[in-house]
């Protein structure tokens, strides 16, 4: 039967999301289709990264991941099927596979699906649909594409270290306003070394021991944790952190190890 999921800036109240998944259903009426997300912003292929990577691995081995972020026609991109961990990926070369997986892929194929013509300016209802129901059937890269050596390489901004410092950056603000860093757990533990610590970030702010719940401190106190990508949050129980705290993307936070 098979599973496609899918992330895309497709938003919840035009045709595109309809027209995609009724293309999908066309080609495979027994498939089923997860909706991961259609409210990455328009473009951004970093939000759309971090969101992937950090939900792809609890689905099945050989699911199929179709990415619909910044995939208009254009003859410069590549349309690429790749296979990492055992899951499949389907989207535009536009650097996203390189945010997702910090490497290239296990096996990566350029998609030489021919194209309808109608679908011109919207390949992800037709190649996109073909290539991701051919794998979903059980279907081999090679049957769809040529193989290609490596992907458009995008780095992710990294924490720095100095000294007893970590300085990092947020990187995402969840549907509860939780704010989330670029430093994960395994940087930190690795850094702290059983010391304690301070975390600052704006209007002075600062916070001194984990958390390892939300409900941990009293309603609309602020904390740290480690959620469940991995990365360093900071919340307020119940409180909306981003709003109340001012921390936007690509705001400095700094953890000073004392």
């Known amino acids: 039967m098979g599973i496609i999921t899918l992330t895309t800036d497709l938003g ?5 999301q309809a027209a995609l998944k009724g293309s999908i259903l066309k080609v495979q009426p027994t498939v089923n289709i997860v909706d991961i997300t259609h409210n990455v912003q328009a473009f951004n ?7 992937l990577k950090n ?3 609890y689905f099945p081995e050989k699911t199929v991941h179709l990415i619909g972020i910044d995939t208009v026609y254009n003859k410069d991109v590549k349309y690429l099927a790749v296979r990492y961990r055992n899951h499949y990926f ?15 892929p296990d096996e990566m194929v350029e998609i030489s699906i021919m194209q309808d013509l109608k679908f011109l300016h919207f390949p992800l209802t037709d190649i996109f649909v073909k290539a991701a129901c051919h ?10 594409g040529e193989p290609v050596d490596s992907v458009e390489k995008k780095m992710n901004l990294q924490p720095v270290i100095e000294k007893n410092l970590i300085k990092g950056v947020v990187i995402y603000i969840d549907s509860f306003q939780n704010v989330i860093t670029n430093i994960t757990k395994e940087l930190f533990m690795k850094i702290q070394q059983g010391r304690r610590f301070i975390l600052y970030f704006k209007r002075n702010e600062v916070i001194t021991q984990l958390s390892w719940y939300y409900n941990e401190v009293d309603e609309g106190e602020k904390l740290c944790l480690f959620g469940i990508s991995d990365h360093l949050e900071i919340a307020i129980n119940k409180g909306n952190a981003s709003g109340l705290l001012g921390l936007n993307l690509g705001d400095s936070v700094i953890i000073d190890f004392q």
Do not use: R
């Open 135 to 144: 794998l979903a059937q059980g279907g081999k890269l090679t049957e769809i």
């Open 90 to 104: 389907v989207g535009a070369d536009n650097g996203i596979f390189c945010l997702m997986f910090g490497k290239d």
């Open 12 to 16: 919840d109240k035009d045709i595109y």
């Open 45 to 51: 292929i970093q939000q759309a990264a971090f969101i």
């Open 55 to 57: 939900s792809y691995y």
